[in-house]
């Protein structure tokens, strides 16, 4: 569920980061506009599979530690 924000806020901080404007919301209003909804999630699918890749081993050794 973080993935919702957290994928447009990157989207958007990695834009400002290589564009000569650094007006925040001129760049969201471009990547609407040019792209669509679509835009704002680029790379949601990869962000996504990270957590889970770091998440069920930490759930491995939560459920490992209450077993002792």
Same mark, same amino acid.
């Given at each position: *569920?973080?993935?919702l924000i957290r994928v447009p806020s990157e989207v958007v901080k990695q834009r400002a980061q290589v564009s000569a404007s650094s007006r925040?919301?001129?760049i969201f209003s471009n990547i609407?506009?040019?792209e669509g909804i679509q835009g704002l999630y680029r790379g949601y699918k990869s962000? *996504?599979?990270?957590e *889970?890749?770091?998440s069920v081993p930490l &759930?491995?050794?939560e459920r &490992? &530690?209450?077993?002792f």
């Open positions: *569920v973080a993935c925040t919301f001129q609407l506009y040019e962000t *996504v599979l990270r *889970v890749t770091y &759930m491995k050794y &490992m &530690m209450n077993l």
